[in-house]
Nanobody, 123 residues
């Protein structure tokens, strides 16, 4: 059974940093692309990053490119999202997910995901 558990969210001031974690069970990450998504109230869900955990290739949306970094640890079966230089527009609930589509496709489609972790960027 596939389970994904997000953690690491919290309240941070603009310009600050957070590291989100996605602990996976029921499958091995090293052969599974994983995406990070976010959704704020009243906003559409946005895919922000994707990683091919077998070779480490990473992908980012324009909104986070240069500020966020996705990484994976196959031994720990965990994917991370390092978020830097955060701004209020980054406020959202963040989800990690297995994908129905490849990272290099035109869109990232969630398959399985966890309960999410909330990130609030505010002074």
């Amino acid at each position: 059974q596939v389970h994904l558990v997000e953690s690491g969210g919290g309240l941070v001031q603009p310009g600050g940093s957070l590291r989100l974690s996605c602990a996976a069970s029921g499958f091995a990450l090293d052969h599974q692309p994983i995406g990070w998504f976010r959704q704020a109230p009243g906003k559409e869900r946005e895919g922000v990053s994707c990683i091919k955990t077998n070779d480490g290739s990473t992908y980012y949306s324009d909104s986070v490119k240069g500020r966020f970094a996705i990484s994976g640890d196959a031994k720990k079966n965990t994917v991370y999202l390092h978020m830097n230089n955060l701004n209020p527009d980054d406020t959202a609930t963040y989800y990690c997910a297995t994908l129905k589509s490849p990272c290099d496709s035109s869109g990232w489609i969630m398959d399985y995901w966890g309960q999410g972790t909330q990130v609030i960027v505010s002074s």
